[in-house]
């Protein structure tokens, strides 16, 4: 399978959470002129913000985060340790990731569920729909167990993915700076 269509979901979902930022950026600032201009707030823009631009705009990015393998990390340790081990904690690591995110999936699911099936809203100044934001953290998390269960993949089958997911992380910043 290929690498490009393994990442074209996470790519469109990056999309998507790049547009809510830019939709959040627009609407709080358009709502600020016009509360300082007109006294004319909009409505429903802390509900908007709170519920859909900020949960879309953090989480909808974990598949590609973990694709890319770019969270932060302390791999002090980590490089010290023989390539053996190195694959040995990275394979171990992935797999709980995969069950960690796969279990947030299945439980935020059941969230979402419950809140579609009570049309939950919200209870500020506008009763505006909230039930939809719901769904995304269980298609977030379970892009993440994707992600990770395609980097264990590479990780027992791929030598040059092996070499590259446990490779020292120092000595790939002193690679890509002299390139």
Known sequence: MSSKLITWL??????????????MMLNITLDVILKALFNAPIQ????VTAYYYMVGSVLLPIA?????RSSISADVFFNLMPFGLRFTLMAFILALCVVAYAGLAWITWSDAMRA????EVSMGGVGMPIWPSRFILPVSFAMGALACAWNLLLLLTSPDARADLVADATEQLINEEIE
């Open 10 to 23: 996470p790519d469109r979902l990056t999309d998507v959470a790049s547009l809510l930022l830019v939709l």
């Open 64 to 68: 590609i985060v973990e694709l890319t």
């Open 116 to 119: 579609f099936g009570r049309n």
């Open 44 to 47: 429903g823009t802390l509900e």
